[in-house]
């Protein structure tokens, strides 16, 4: 069964605990907190003060995905913040095997993301320090984009790779994904989910939640 981490990015802000109430009561594990700075993604999204005021009111492990530019600079701030998984980019400004340092001397656990372009043989390098590796499906920045086909060979690549470690690390996908395609990327390898607004934008977030754990 997969491990289901339901986006912020789309929900109700207007009505944030009790969505969230509705995720974790129907078996969502992770909570996913996509934070934006404007640069790395030409979006902005919400911060350090959000994920620590919802810390006070829920359990979920806070899957923390930074597009930042500078993510090293911010990780103790995530993690003091209540983050449990603190993922970065690749792609960012930060050097790699630092952030990854930092993000284990805070006492969280470190997540790796690449982007839909990027060659998943990047992550051979650090394989065996992450905790969790998160495959882009749609160009990060923006919610409800369509996933792109292309991004199932990375999925398979990342799961070799894990497998070969024989580690116990998260293979995240995210990005398009929905009930009729979400089989896709657990054949592929994927064994956690982000779905944004195919949960927190469903008519039933609690059925939503349900069906995405039938997976």
């Given amino acids: 069964m997969i491990k289901l981490s339901p986006s912020l990015l789309s929900a109700n802000f207007w009505e944030l605990k009790k969505d969230i109430e509705l995720i974790e009561k129907n078996g969502a594990e992770y909570l996913h907190l996509d934070v934006m ?3 790395f993604v030409p979006n902005i999204s919400f911060g350090i003060p959000v994920i620590k005021s919802l810390r006070k009111y829920s359990s979920l492990v806070f899957d923390v995905h930074l597009m930042i530019s500078d993510p090293l600079r911010y990780v103790n701030d995530f993690a003091n913040a209540g983050a449990d998984i ?4 690749y792609e960012s400004d930060s050097d790699t095997a630092a952030t990854i340092k930092a993000i ?11 982007k839909p372009k990027t060659s998943p043989e990047v992550l051979d390098k650090f394989i065996n320090d992450l905790d969790l590796v998160l495959i ?6 923006f919610g409800g984009q369509k996933l792109i086909p292309e991004t199932l060979e990375s999925v398979k690549y990342a799961r070799k790779l894990i497998d070969k470690t024989g580690k116990a690390i998260d293979l995240e996908v995210d990005g398009g994904i929905k009930l009729d395609n979400v089989s896709l990327l657990t054949q592929a390898g994927a064994d956690t989910i982000v779905a944004g607004s195919s949960v927190f934008g469903a008519e039933d977030i609690g059925k939503a939640t349900a069906e995405f754990k039938k997976f």
């Fill in 86 to 89: 603190i993922t970065f980019h």
């Fill in 136 to 141: 882009m499906t749609v160009e990060p920045g």
């Fill in 104 to 114: 284990h001397d805070a006492g969280k656990k470190a997540g790796l993301s690449i």
């Fill in 37 to 39: 700075d404007g640069h």
